[in-house]
């Protein structure tokens, strides 16, 4: 799994409990999920036949591996007599790793989940709340995660990812890679057509590589441009054209999740000889082979992502198992939940989910995640001094107390930030990385860099003698974005007021908010993202000066203007393409050191993720683990919406 421990189903006063079967794990250099089981002991969904199935089904892949050393899917155990026909009622999902045996630190981790009983074959309307500025929900004008999300349901990549946080095939069948890992195959599917009834075609792949990597399409979001620049080619196996072939300068680590899972495909036929596709509007900017389209284009507002979809019948797994998806504007989620204005939603990321806010949704059921997502402090050392100064920003961390700031903020729901900036749950997560806080050490490094209070006493630091502003109390500003509540800034202001620096904040819209950190306008500010638990070379485009210095890479989430460390650079270049995962490891550890001692920015808090919704609805709902290959790890994603499941495809796709 990419860096995040399975969702934990939560109790509402329906007494939901689990029934987790778990029948190895298998340790690789990523968590592995275990998929969480609802059975309803209080009513409708309780079935003891169905308990009964599972515990066959395990008892069958029990009997397989003591025989053949391995694990079987569910449709091998019926092929090879095991079990006498595939369940209605339960799926299995198996997680690749080592072969089957009796230590807890080999095999495969098997789980079955309950599909949606006595929902029948669809629902018709699924609705989320939205309020984010999510930008044009095209592969090149999209805003934030959310933005990718929607985006993600009109058009798709080779491959995506369930509940189980591992790849699954979406546009390919198949895949596979050359034992030097420099190439990359893909099959693709039959009879997949564009919402405008085109043929999707091999031809659309090489197109889509090309356009993003070396042409008008660099300008997109997506990350995982800078990672197609390890690929020399992309063409069509001339031996099969449904075939494509990825051939890579040298093999790099992040293939498969930045590039084969998050690349969206795009028609050639419409974006070739678009020269701008970032201000493309018309209705032919969204025609994608995804499973679903716009209701009507016209009335999307990317200013809050407010919209509404309409399935893809003709989708290549099948009509979806979700008719239609709409996204309303919601102010309170918990009380548009009770009065069914929405069919599922969650507390805000900073807000706290009190004891008194779980009493509102007592009846629902409930979703919680350890978060991927952060509360961060950006601080651009381009403004030189002090920010440019190493103690001065370790005297900032030591000014801020954590596990108050997470008492206060968000109720002990979550825990600080790592000042390794991967999520405190991340199995690459270095050990032993300083945790700061402590007012007394601030003041020390304050006063070691020419900080001091002056002659008025007035408690405020003032600048230093030869400085232009000398003997004038330093001042500064906190940035934050209206989509958070200003109470981050406001309890950091008190921590730094109380060792001596006078701090303003401001709340902005959020667009103005994100175009001043992209052109990194300011001193101090405050944003929020996830996928800090996917792949650790997120350090790289974070913070890698080399990765930050091409124009198109920075994005609001990721630039950090001023701060180089050429040990961090070349350790994140080593990283990506070493092949040993026990050197990567160290090298991701190093990186992470680097980080924690030189604080170019603050990872404040980390809160658990939750969700409600009602028991009767819609139930395949999880936490993406790491995150959504195109999103953050919320529970949106359309492979839920498509199959109605947690894991897998619908039979025979």
């Known amino acids: 799994m990419d860096g995040q421990t399975h969702p934990r189903r939560m109790h509402g006063e329906r007494g939901l409990s689990k029934l987790v079967i778990v029948v190895g794990v298998a340790v690789l250099m990523v968590a592995v999920a275990v998929v969480a089981v609802n059975n309803d002991d209080a009513g409708t969904r309780k079935n003891t036949a169905q308990v009964v199935e599972a515990q066959g089904l395990k008892d069958a892949q029990q009997a397989f591996c003591a025989k053949e050393g391995r694990f079987a899917t569910e449709a091998e155990l019926v092929q090879q007599g095991y079990l006498p026909n595939e369940s209605a009622t339960w799926d299995m999902a198996v997680f690749p790793g080592n072969q089957c045996g009796t230590s807890e630190q080999s095999g495969y981790t098997v789980g079955y989940a309950l599909p949606n ?25 999209w805003n934030r995660g959310p933005g990718a999300v929607i985006t993600s349901y009109m058009f798709d990549s080779l491959l995506w990812r369930d509940g189980t946080g591992q790849p699954i095939p979406w546009l390919a069948t198949s895949w596979s890679t050359s034992p030097d890992g420099k190439t990359w195959k893909f099959t693709l599917r039959d009879g997949v057509r564009w919402h405008d009834g085109q043929p999707f075609t091999a031809a659309d792949v090489v197109f889509s590589a090309d356009y993003y990597k070396n ?24 031996a099969d054209p449904k075939v494509v072939v990825f051939s890579l300068k040298r093999p790099f680590n992040t293939f498969m999740p ?17 020269a701008e596709p970032a201000t493309k509007r018309d209705a032919s900017a969204y025609v994608g082979t995804g499973p679903y ?3 009507s284009f016209e009335s999307y507002d990317p200013s809050t992502g407010v919209s509404q979809f309409d399935a893809n019948l003709d989708f290549f797994l099948g009509a979806p198992f979700v008719r239609q998806l709409q996204f309303v504007t919601v102010g309170d989620s918990i009380a548009a939940l009770k009065t069914g204005l929405v069919s599922g939603g969650g507390v805000g990321s900073e807000e706290a989910v009190t004891d008194a806010a779980l009493a509102e949704v007592a009846g629902l059921e409930s979703l919680s995640s350890p978060g991927s997502w952060n509360r961060a402090l950006h601080i651009n050392q381009a403004k030189g001094y002090p920010f440019d100064e190493v103690k001065f920003r370790q005297a900032i961390a030591y000014a801020i107390d954590s596990k108050d700031l997470v008492s206060r903020l968000i109720g002990n729901r979550g825990v600080p930030g790592s000042y390794g900036l991967l999520a405190p749950t991340h199995p690459s997560l270095a050990p032993n990385l300083p945790t700061y ?37 330093f001042t500064t500003t ?7 509540s ?63 210095s091409v124009k ?57 993720l939750s969700f409600f919704y009602p028991a009767g609805g819609f139930t395949a709902w999880y936490f993406t683990p790491g995150a959504m290959p195109t999103g953050p790890p919320g529970v949106e994603n359309k492979h839920s919406f498509v199959t109605g499941k947690q894991f897998g495809l619908p039979s025979g796709k």
């Open 117 to 141: 009983a006595g929902q029948g074959d669809k629902v018709d309307v699924l609705r989320l709340g939205s309020s984010q500025a999510t930008g044009y929900p095209t592969p090149f004008a």
């Open 215 to 238: 042409g008008p399409g660099k300008i997109t979001p997506w990350t995982g441009k800078a990672t197609l620049g390890e690929v020399d080619s992309v063409t069509v196996d001339p």
């Open 258 to 274: 930045t590039v084969a899972q998050a690349m969206f495909i795009v028609p050639k036929h419409i974006w070739e000889g678009v």
């Open 293 to 295: 389209k716009f209701t």
């Open 437 to 473: 806080s402590d007012p007394s050490k601030a003041g020390a490094l304050l006063d070691a860099i020419g900080l001091v209070d002056g002659p008025d006493g007035d408690k405020y630091r003032e600048w230093p003698a030869g400085s232009p502003k000398a003997g004038q109390n």
């Open 478 to 484: 906190i940035y934050s974005s209206d989509r958070f």
């Open 486 to 548: 200003i109470q981050t800034a406001v309890v950091l202001q008190q921590y730094l007021d109380a060792v001596g620096i006078k701090v303003d904040y401001v709340q902005e819209p959020s667009n103005a908010s994100d175009t001043r950190s992209a052109n990194g306008d300011y001193e101090f500010i405050l944003v929020g993202y996830a996928t800090l638990g996917n792949d650790p070379d997120q350090l790289r485009t974070r913070l890698s000066d080399k990765y930050l």
């Open 552 to 608: 198109s890479n920075v994005r609001f989430s990721t630039a950090q203007p001023g701060w180089k460390n050429q040990e961090f650079i070349d350790l994140a270049e080593q990283q990506l393409v070493e092949p040993d995962p026990v050197k990567r490891a160290q090298q991701v550890t190093r990186m992470q050191q680097i980080v924690a001692a030189e604080v170019p920015m603050i990872s404040l808090y980390v809160p658990d």
